[in-house]
């Protein structure tokens, strides 16, 4: 079945430090992948979305590529803010209807 | 245009007690799943709806329920809580039923704690 693999954290960065969170991801068919941020005490927001390979998804100076030759969808971030401390999770579209989570890594930044 | 609401925020209740949890998705949304988040477990699928019929289910134990209404406002119903059941629950809409292209948006969550 679909599954999911993040790197598990905590990563701590410096302010303005290049972020990059790793995922890796097992699919038949070819799902939507996805970032979910979610902030301490709140539910998940929508970071970005990519839909089929070779899509890159932005928002907010994330970036992540749909490598289908590598089954990969990296977090990347150029330069990361101490307002991104948050917990990130990858995901992608199950086939019965579910979104399936990676476990989550925890960016702490640092001013 | 508004997110996806949830309602309570936060619960605390006891052993052998039922709760009843709200979500209400995003208008034009049909679709609304539910998700566990545990510490231990981590994001887990409870099920979903569309047009007031649930489509998936994944795998929790009949204690837990759910329903939609004509509006598609769902609920969803834990009965005999157990310690285990003390989680962070998530409602998630979309316009259409999830299948592998859908985006899902996620309420700020329920906080449910069991004493």
């Known amino acids: 079945g679909n599954s999911v693999t993040q790197m598990e954290g905590p990563v701590t960065l410096s302010e303005e430090a290049f972020l990059t969170i790793n995922c890796t991801y097992t699919?038949?068919?070819?799902?939507?992948l996805f970032w979910y941020v979610q902030y301490p005490g709140e539910g998940l927001q929508l970071l970005l979305k990519a839909t089929k390979a070779d899509d890159k998804g932005s928002n907010k100076g994330f970036e992540a590529t749909y490598r289908k030759e590598t089954t990969s969808f990296h977090l990347e971030k150029g330069s990361v803010q101490v307002s991104d401390s948050a917990v990130y999770f990858c995901?992608?579209?199950?086939?019965?209807?579910?979104?399936?989570f990676g476990k989550g890594t925890k960016l702490s930044v640092k001013p | 245009k508004a997110g996806v609401t949830q309602t309570p925020r936060y619960l605390i209740k006891t052993r052998g007690q039922q709760v009843t949890l709200s979500c209400s998705p995003i208008?034009?949304?049909?679709?609304v799943s539910w998700y566990q988040q545990t510490p231990g477990q981590g994001l887990q699928f409870l099920f979903e709806?569309?047009?007031?019929?649930?489509?998936n289910k994944g795998n929790f134990p009949g204690r837990f329920s759910g329903r939609q209404f004509s509006n598609s406002r769902s609920e969803m119903n834990v009965s005999t809580l157990e310690l285990g059941d003390s989680a962070l629950y998530l409602c998630?809409?979309?316009?259409?039923?999830?299948?592998?292209?859908?985006?899902?948006?996620f309420g700020p969550g329920t906080r449910l704690l069991v004493l």
């Open positions: 709806y569309f047009s007031e019929t649930q489509r």
């Open positions: 208008s034009g949304h049909r679709s």
């Open positions: 998630a809409s979309s316009v259409t039923p999830g299948h592998l292209k859908e985006t899902q948006y």
């Open positions: 995901a992608l579209g199950g086939s019965q209807g579910n979104l399936i």
């Open positions: 699919a038949t068919g070819y799902p939507s």
